[in-house]
Every structure is written in structure tokens, then in C-alpha cells.
């Protein structure tokens, strides 16, 4: 698991990566630990820190979601294995918990996804395996407040493994990744769905990220002798 982000507190870039040990066999015990290593751009190495508190083995391929200064996973917390949102904040380099909205399932929300969405930490369920056409997106509108979580619905785009909302290009449109094969816009006043064409994009795409447009370059010039 990765995550990359910048903390704000110390003007730095940070790259997190969370690995495990998982030993199981019939003649040793099982060990389970979730190593966390950190990137700093600013100081140039990687450092080993504490490990996670938590249980990452469901979601491990996935990348830590950056809001609010905060790399957030989906994880499970020991030893009940109850669901929760850690946030990793970059500052800190601290875990902290993210409250989930209280209709989920505590048992099981492990299996949704996080993603952004107009600059909101958002919770992606579908509640299906294979084929489906309907997810649930949660989204807390304001950071940390429970009571914040507010839910819209994309219905009627069929999908098989995954549908995942990229962006508001209105207050009432979202873009959706289907499947890593097509972009669509789902209106959601008309509850209805249209493709979305983009010049030069390929037949099949592994992944599809928004970004915001700066004009200050992670990259230090001194770090690698450029001339500024």
C-alpha cells in the first residue's frame, strides 16, 4: 500500500508505504506486522517508522486517499477486526480515526473504497460481487464531522468490477470510471447517463485521477542541481 502527499506543517512531500510480514505455516507462527516507510522529499531518505495499529491485509493494493493533510485507508482495527477509516496524517506521522457514517455496517465497510470527490473524503459501496449497476457514494462535507455524511446514488451503468466517481464537473454531474474501459457522466437530478468522449484516451486504462493545476514544482532544484 502507497500514498503520497504534501504536509503542510513542514513544507514537504511525503511518500508512505505500508508492507507486511505474513508468515503461516503449519511449523511457524503466524507473524503479522504492518511496516510503515516514509519518502521525505525535503530531506531526501526514507525512514522507518512505527507500524500501522492497524489491519491493512483487505485493501492492500490500494493508494491512500490525500485530504486534509491526511493519507486515508480503509482498515480493520484488532483484535474485533471492526472497520474503520485511518488517516494517516502527514505532519504528525501519526494514525488517527476518521468517523464512518453511522448506517455502515462496522463489521464490513473494509470492503468499500475511498476516493475524492470536490475536494471530500468519499466512501464508494456497492454492496454487490460481479455484475451490478448501483453504488452508494458517501460524502462528509465537512472533514471529521460525523454528522456531516451526506449520500448520493449513481444508478442504471452497468458495471463489473468497479464504478468509480472521479469528479463533479456541476453540482449535479458526476464522471465515472466503469470498469477501466469508459468515462460517463451520470446526472443526478435526471438520474440519467451519457459517455463521456475524451481525444486520445485508451481502449483500457488501469486508473484515472483528477489533479489541481500549480505553479510551485515538488522538485527542488538544489536536491538534484538544477538551476532554478
Same mark, same amino acid.
Given at each position: 500500500?502507497? =500514498?503520497? =502527499? ?28 504492518? *511496516? ?15 507500524? !500501522? ?9 490500494? !493508494? @491512500?486517499?490525500?485530504?486534509?493533510? $491526511?493519507?486515508?485507508?480503509?482498515? !480493520? ?5 471492526? #472497520?474503520?477509516? =485511518?488517516? *494517516?496524517?502527514? #505532519? ?7 468517523? $464512518? ?5 462496522? @463489521? ?41 455524511? &451526506?449520500? *448520493? ?8 468490477? *468497479? ?29 440519467? #447517463? ?14 484515472? @485521477? &483528477?489533479?489541481?493545476? !500549480?505553479?510551485? #514544482? ?6 538534484? @542541481?538544477?538551476?532554478?
Amino acid at each position: 500500500m502507497y =500514498g503520497f =502527499g504534501y504536509d503542510y506543517v513542514n513544507d514537504d512531500y511525503k511518500i508512505v508505504v505500508i508492507s507486511r510480514y505474513d508468515h503461516d505455516n503449519e511449523y511457524e507462527p503466524d507473524v503479522l506486522d504492518m *511496516f510503515m516507510d516514509i519518502y521525505s522529499l525535503k530531506v531526501g531518505s526514507w525512514k522507518r517508522i512505527k507500524s !500501522s495499529p492497524y489491519d491493512h491485509a483487505v485493501p492492500e493494493l490500494a !493508494s @491512500g486517499v490525500f485530504v486534509n493533510g $491526511a493519507l486515508h485507508w480503509l482498515a !480493520s482495527k484488532k483484535p474485533d477486526y471492526v #472497520s474503520v477509516i =485511518g488517516a *494517516f496524517v502527514l #505532519s504528525d506521522e501519526e494514525f488517527v480515526e476518521v468517523p $464512518a457514517p453511522k448506517s455502515l455496517d462496522k @463489521g464490513k465497510f473494509v470492503f468499500n473504497k475511498l476516493v475524492v470527490v470536490k475536494g471530500c473524503l468519499c466512501m464508494v459501496v456497492d454492496n454487490l460481487e460481479g455484475y451490478g449497476n448501483r453504488i452508494d457514494v458517501w460524502m462528509m462535507k465537512e472533514y471529521g464531522v460525523e454528522e456531516s455524511w &451526506t449520500k *448520493f446514488c449513481v444508478d442504471g451503468i452497468d458495471f463489473y468490477d *468497479f464504478l468509480k466517481p472521479l469528479c463533479l464537473i456541476r453540482d449535479d454531474e458526476v464522471v465515472v470510471n466503469v470498469d477501466g474501459e469508459k468515462l460517463m457522466v451520470y446526472n443526478l437530478e435526471e438520474e440519467r #447517463s451519457r459517455d463521456l468522449e475524451v481525444d486520445g484516451i485508451l481502449d483500457r486504462f488501469d486508473s484515472v @485521477g &483528477t489533479f489541481v493545476e !500549480s505553479l510551485v #514544482s515538488p522538485v527542488d532544484p538544489n536536491l538534484f @542541481g538544477i538551476e532554478a
